[in-house]
Structures are given as structure tokens and as C-alpha cells.
């Protein structure tokens, strides 16, 4: 898993919208190397929201879901071909 090619931040580029309200539906990407993970599950408390690849730009692959949680600090988990697992914490917003 190529750790250097994650990212995700609570711009207008991975949180649309930017700066949604509390339990507002947002749309959530996520970059990846391309053909690098299988698929992102984001972990909001007890809930679990899984993001597929919709899109290929160059050398990453962007997951994305329509979730809808209360805004917190998240785990992201990763899985790779190879069934390896990592966990990212992350503020998503």
C-alpha cells in the first residue's frame, strides 16, 4: 500500500460541501494510488460507511460515498489487495 498517495482534508475537494452542518449528507472522496486499495471504509462511531472508486486521474484512483454522520474525528481503514489492513485517524471535518 502506497501510504504517500493517501490523502483526504475537509476542503471543497473531498467534503462536498465544504462546510456541511451537522448530520448533512455529504459526498466524501478519498485519493489512493491507482489500483491500490480495494476500498476505504470510513468508521464514524458506530457506524460504518464503505467508498468505492469512481474515478481515475492520472496515477490515483478517488473513492467516494454519500454518507451522512455527525461531525468527530474519524478512523479511515484501508484495504489493500494483499488483505493488509492500516488505520489512518483523521479529522475528516
Known sequence: MNREALFCDGTGDYVIPAEPEIN????LRFR???????EVKLHAGEQIYTLWKMQTTGEFDF???NISWELSRSAIILR????????????MV
Request: aromatic share 0%; glycine share 4%.
Open 24 to 27: 448533512e449528507k455529504v459526498v
Open 32 to 38: 489512493t494510488a491507482h489500483n491500490d486499495v480495494d
Open 63 to 65: 473513492m467516494r460515498s
Open 80 to 91: 489493500s489487495r494483499k488483505e493488509q489492513r492500516s488505520a489512518i485517524s483523521a479529522g
